[in-house]
């Protein structure tokens, strides 16, 4: 895995928080316009120019803000409709301590196994290869020398 894979689910969740924030937008907008309003009825209007002034910046500021993590969301979800869309192919095998790297436990999970095993595999430097598949699931193989010299093997056929 060389990124982060996009989700519906991820780009959901930052459109929500988007959200949000244009909500705490609006409130102070609305706030703003409270205090031009009041500045403007008990006639001061000593700051109803720089008020007003402040909100056209600030609806500028804000508007193309949006705009551009709109074109952002858009974009994200294209590349995941595009995906959905396309046949998936199974990873290429990625060495384990680069998969694993700062999320032992999580890969460790999906591969049945503890963190534990995880970090003493990644420390012992042996040759594990993490392999994800595209129904979303991992696998793992271990690459080790076959035979040893001066071993043999007693017996069987020679």
């Known amino acids: 895995m060389s990124g982060p894979q996009l989700s519906a689910v991820m780009i959901a969740d930052d459109v929500l928080d988007l959200l949000r924030v244009a909500v705490e937008n609006i409130r102070h907008m609305q706030a703003l316009f409270g205090a031009i309003k009041n500045d403007h009825k008990h006639g001061n209007h000593a700051n109803t120019w720089q008020l007003a002034d402040l909100g056209a910046y600030l609806g500028y500021d804000w508007g193309n803000y949006h705009e551009s993590q709109i074109s952002r969301a858009q974009s994200d979800l294209a590349v995941v409709e595009r995906d959905a869309q396309s046949p998936k192919q199974d990873q290429r095998p990625i060495p384990l301590v680069e998969y694993a790297n700062g999320r032992q436990a999580a890969v460790g999970a999906q591969l049945g196994l503890s963190q534990t095993a995880i ?24 690459h080790k020398a076959f035979g040893a010299i001066g071993f043999s093997l007693k017996g069987g056929a020679q």
Do not use: P, Q, W, Y
């Not at 594990?128 to 595209?134: K, L, P, V």
């Open 119 to 142: 970090n003493k595999a990644m420390r012992g430097n042996r040759a594990i290869f993490i392999t994800e598949h595209a129904d979303g699931t991992l696998s793992a193989v271990e």
